[in-house]
T-cell receptor, first 115, second 114 residues
Framework: GAVVSQHPSRVICKSGTSVKIECRSLDFQATTMFWYRQFPKQSLMLMAT?????????EQGVEKDKFLINHASLTLSTLTVTSAHPEDSSFYIC???????????FGNGTRLTVT | DQQVKQNSPSLSVQEGRISILNCDYT??????FLWYKKYPAEGPTFLIS?????DKNEDGRFTVFLNKSAKHLSLHIVPSQPGDSAVYFCAASAFTSGTYKYIFGTGTRLKVLA
């Protein structure tokens, strides 16, 4: 069964609004979670590393003020897309390893459409 | 700068035959490699992995081969089944900035023909 749960699976929002995506580890504690973004027919691009109890680490070119990450507990990380624009429309997927250096387990992703 | 590359965007194989998916990487710091399978509108599912100290790892119908000198890995699926039809991503991992990071290739769409 799924070990990482992501919600919502699909969201449509108006330009200028903010959207929050939740990622939960179901049967393990995740001190680190990873947020990826996938454009159609492209690779999974690492956006940021979410660290429990400390600031997230963002990849080059990812705006930290636009993509707010909060990892408030060992089982929950949230990604908030602030002031969303149509170019933010994408497939966002979170993941976490059960232990450091082990395979990532992915959520089912969130399809964000900004109109 | 694509550190992990899958040069074949698609592959078609007859049911029962072998499927070979290839992946190349550029960063010699990568020491752990993984293959994932992905269906549309779902997150990737982990298939098999290999550490850089090995050159082969086998799990049922899936075998991953690693050639460190060539910075190349491949996934062999034999025999291929229609249910194997999906997009396959390779990923490479390295410990950097205090954590392991996982970089994914662009994916290969495998179609197994019945």
């Amino acid at each position: 069964g799924a070990v990482v749960s992501q919600h919502p699976s699909r969201v449509i929002c108006k330009s200028g609004t903010s959207v929050k995506i939740e990622c939960r580890s179901l049967d393990f504690q995740a001190t680190t979670m990873f947020w990826y973004r996938q454009f159609p027919k492209q690779s999974l691009m690492l956006m940021a590393t979410s660290n429990e109890g400390s600031k997230a680490t963002y990849e080059q070119g990812v705006e930290k003020d636009k993509f707010l990450i909060n990892h408030a507990s060992l089982t929950l990380s949230t990604l908030t897309v602030t002031s969303a624009h149509p170019e933010d429309s994408s497939f966002y997927i979170c993941s976490a390893p059960k232990s450091s250096g082990s395979p990532l387990h992915f959520g089912n992703g969130t399809r964000l459409t900004v109109t | 700068d694509q550190q992990v590359k899958q040069n074949s965007p698609s592959l078609s194989v007859q049911e029962g035959r072998i499927s070979i998916l290839n992946c190349d990487y550029t960063n010699s710091m990568f020491d752990y490699f993984l293959w994932y399978k992905k269906y549309p509108a779902e997150g990737p599912t982990f298939l098999i992995s290999i550490s850089s100290i090995k050159d082969k790892n086998e799990d049922g119908r899936f075998t991953v081969f690693l050639n460190k000198s060539a910075k190349h890995l491949s996934l062999h699926i034999v025999p291929s089944q229609p249910g194997d039809s999906a997009v396959y991503f390779c990923a490479a991992s390295a410990f950097t900035s205090g954590t392991y990071k996982y970089i994914f290739g662009t994916g290969t769409r495998l179609k197994v023909l019945a």
